[in-house]
C-alpha cells in the first residue's frame, strides 16, 4: 500500500530568504569557504571581520529522497567580494549528473554559472522575475553580483545529490565572475582551470538516468 505523503504550502520571506515549514538548514560561514575565490591575500585580510559571518545559508523542504520526489528550498547570499570576486556558492554537478534544477530569483540580482563537462561556459543572469532552468550534466554554482541579499527558491529531484569535488578536481570553474569596474560584472578566465579527461566526461554521461528503475 503506498503511504501519502501529506500535502504542504511553504511561505517564501523575500526579504528575509527563509522558507517556512522547512525541514532542514544549513550555513556556510566565510571562514568556511578558504580556497574558493582566487585572491588568497584579499581572503585572509577579509577573515579577521568576516570568518563567522554567514555568507550564504539554505533552508529546505525535502520530504524524503525517493526516485520522483522534489527537495526545493530557498537560498540566501549576502552581496560581497574578495578581492573583485563576487561571493558565491561552492558549486556542484548532481550525484547524478543527468537531474535538472529550476531556480526562481526573489530577491537582488546575480547569476548562475555553468559549465559543461567539456568546459563550455554557459551564465544566466537572475533577477527578481527570472527562472533559471539548469539542465541535465551541468556544474552550477550561483553568483551575487548585487548589492542586496541574493534569494532565490530552487527545485530539483529528490535523488539528485551534490557532488563538490567536481569542481575541485578541476582547479576550481573554467570562468570566474568579477567586478567590471563599472558596476556590473563581467567573467574572466580562471588560469588554474585543467580540462577534465575524456574517461572522465564518458563516466559522467554513462550514468544517465542511474536512478530510474530498469
Ligand atoms: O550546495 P552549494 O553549491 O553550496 O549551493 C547551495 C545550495 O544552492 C542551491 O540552492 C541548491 O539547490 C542547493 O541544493 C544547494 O545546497
Ligand atoms: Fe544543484
Redesign the pocket.
Known amino acids: 500500500m503506498i503511504n501519502l505523503f501529506e500535502p504542504v504550502g511553504c511561505t517564501v520571506d523575500p526579504v528575509a530568504g527563509s522558507l517556512s515549514n522547512a525541514t532542514g538548514r544549513y550555513q556556510?560561514r566565510f571562514g568556511e569557504l578558504d580556497g574558493l575565490y582566487a585572491d588568497r591575500p584579499a581572503f585572509d585580510a577579509m577573515r579577521a571581520e568576516w570568518h563567522d559571518r554567514v555568507v550564504?545559508e539554505?533552508s529546505?523542504f525535502r520530504p524524503r529522497e525517493d526516485v520522483g520526489d522534489l527537495i526545493f528550498?530557498v537560498?540566501r547570499m549576502s552581496p560581497g567580494k574578495v578581492g573583485d570576486e563576487y561571493f558565491m556558492?561552492?558549486?556542484?554537478i548532481h550525484q547524478q549528473p543527468d537531474r535538472p534544477?529550476i531556480y526562481y530569483g526573489r530577491n537582488g540580482r546575480g547569476l548562475m554559472l555553468m559549465e559543461s563537462p567539456e568546459g563550455e561556459v554557459r551564465i544566466v543572469p537572475i533577477d527578481e522575475l527570472t527562472v533559471c532552468y539548469v539542465p541535465p550534466f551541468w556544474i552550477h554554482?550561483?553568483v551575487n553580483t548585487g548589492n542586496v541579499d541574493l534569494v532565490?527558491l530552487?527545485c530539483?529531484p529528490a535523488d539528485s545529490g551534490?557532488d563538490?569535488e567536481i569542481i575541485a578536481r578541476s582547479g576550481g570553474m573554467r570562468s570566474r565572475v568579477v567586478d567590471d569596474g563599472a558596476g556590473g560584472w563581467k567573467t574572466v578566465d580562471n588560469p588554474a582551470w585543467q580540462p577534465r579527461d575524456a574517461t572522465t566526461i564518458a563516466r559522467l554521461y554513462a550514468s544517465r538516468n542511474a536512478g530510474a528503475p530498469a
Open positions: 556556510k550564504y539554505v529546505e528550498g537560498t556558492t561552492r558549486g556542484h534544477e554554482r550561483s532565490m530552487f530539483y551534490q563538490y
